[in-house]
């Protein structure tokens, strides 16, 4: 069966600190065609480049926490916007101190943008819907961190019924937008085909959860139950956990048993501290615990479902 496009792409996956070859946090997520950023560390715009995208068809950027390391390079990417024509609307939803910040320096340089722009302050708590459209809906993961920080549950809209394959031909062309909608068939002489009949409920919506950076926290659980695909920061070895707690992040152990507790379909992890010159001693703790681990990398594209 043919399903539209909805994959993440991690354009970087370092922690606070710089670390050869690695970058700070920014995520591209495709949703049947639409474009949607999640974080934008320092350098986003130069990660864009190099995979050859053009950020003009980015929508919506969902900005976690006002960490340097998740927001420093958006003054640029929204400056590079203006200077390279944009004409379409831009929506910035992040922490409610981020409208005076972009201001002030669109201000401090005389800058009047040729497009509209919006930012919108996020309500962190779990489960609030934070945008709607056509193609998804983003809805607040209620973080445990040193600031306030959410993370994103991205959800594709429910798609339509699936005509069963033995019946397409009885549902005339101008009514089969209508019974993939749900209604019944009603023929030339009265005759009703009730829908359950003629169609398939459609496929699952899929869904993609980002844990940006925060402590252990159980609490998210219920809201991740049964996501495809789960990005889940793992600064840590467990050998650091007492330095994971202390600066609120987690261990890839930690990582693995959210993901392990909340039935997920595939865990990746990012967000790794700049003292592991390989990552893969992360993945190594993770997989005994929760097998279907993977590690994000720049530029690396990650389909959600199957
Ligand atoms: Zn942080």
Redesign the pocket.
């Known amino acids: 069966m043919h399903r539209s496009p909805f994959t993440v792409t991690t354009l970087g996956t370092g922690a ?1 600190l710089p670390a050869r070859g690695r970058y700070p946090s920014s995520q591209l997520v495709n949703v049947g065609g639409g474009w949607y950023m999640i974080d934008c560390g320092e350098g986003t715009q130069e990660r864009l480049r190099a995979i050859g995208f053009n950020f003009q068809r980015i929508g919506h950027i969902f900005i ?2 006002l ?1 340097g ?2 927001y420093l390079g958006l003054m640029g990417l929204i400056s590079s916007m203006h200077l390279m024509g944009r004409q379409a609307p831009l929506h910035v939803h992040g922490p409610p101190e981020l409208k005076e910040i972009i201001g002030l320096q669109l201000r401090a340089s005389s800058t009047y943008l040729r497009f509209p722009m919006q930012v919108h302050a996020i309500r962190p708590e779990s489960g609030t819907v934070l945008h709607a459209d056509e193609r998804v809906v983003v809805s607040a993961l209620e973080l445990e ?3 306030p ?1 959410t993370g994103f549950l991205f959800r594709e809209q429910p798609g339509q019924r699936r005509l069963r394959p033995g019946r397409v031909g009885e549902v005339p062309q101008f009514r089969r937008n209508a019974v993939k909608n749900g209604e019944d068939l009603v023929l030339g002489d009265g005759t009703r085909i009730p829908n359950a009949e003629l169609t398939l409920d459609p496929p699952p919506p899929r869904s993609y959860a980002y844990c ?2 925060t402590a252990y926290a159980p609490a998210l659980i219920p809201f991740l139950q049964g996501v495809d695909l789960l990005y889940h920061e793992a600064t840590f070895t467990t050998a650091m956990a007492s330095r994971a707690k202390e600066t ?2 987690s261990t890839a152990a930690q990582a693995a048993l959210i993901a392990k507790e909340a039935r997920v379909g595939k865990l990746l992890l990012g967000h790794f501290s700049s003292r592991y010159k390989s990552a893969s001693v992360l993945l190594d703790e993770a997989r005994p615990i929760f097998p279907n681990t993977e590690l994000s990398s720049e530029g690396s594209e990650f389909r959600v479902g199957g």
């Open positions: 606070a976690s926490h960490h390391d998740h961190h040193r600031i920080c940006s950076d609120m992040h």
